[in-house]
């Protein structure tokens, strides 16, 4: 069966290191995988997109990494902050079903 | 520009009584989406729509109707309600079927 999975525990890391947040797919062929950010009472926004045939995208102090072959991907947050305390939701297009299919997500909490 | 608004944002229904959501958005974006997001499940589709009068089953519809009739809104109904259905219902739209823009949520309690 198809099967998103992210790490259930929460991440907590000292302030200024470097956050990575993993995200692993089995059985999907995604098109493309897109990384949210989801403050606790508030919807999900968009952060990052990477096409399959991206190795890496950056932006700002993000980096999103990509690879189909271990069919994994890592999510950095470098010289993370306090306020990078969140949610993080990986969500995978597929091109079979044409829906965006969203993993639980893993905390971050950030500490000063 | 206020996005994705959702209407209302906390809901209290007895089982077997009807509601309806309503989203609009103002971004004169084609696609529309309504998930429910329950602990330790994750984001799940219900019903999305690809433009004006157009609906389509997600992962999760059954219980659920949604209708189109209007670009910029996108209504979620639920004729009876049922205690699974005590959740946080999330409507999102976007342009493409890329980046999707969430609403702040409805917080829906079924008793």
Known sequence: SQKIEQNSEALNIQEGKTATLTCNYTNYSPAYLQWYRQDPGRGPVFLLLIRENEKEKRKERLKVTFDTTLKQSLFHITASQPADSATYLCALFSSNTGKLIFGQGTTLQVKP | ????????????????????LLCAQDMNHEY????????????????????????????????YNVSRLKKQNFLLGLESAAPSQTSVYFCASSRTRYEQYFGPGTRLTVT
Do not use: C
């Open chain 2, 1 to 20: 520009n206020a996005g994705v608004t959702q209407t209302p944002k906390f809901r209290v229904l007895k089982t077997g009584q009807s509601m309806t």
């Open chain 2, 32 to 63: 529309m989406y309504w998930y429910r997001q329950d602990p330790g499940m994750g984001l799940r589709l219900i019903h999305y729509s690809v433009g004006e009068g157009t609906t389509a089953k997600g992962e999760v519809p059954d219980g």
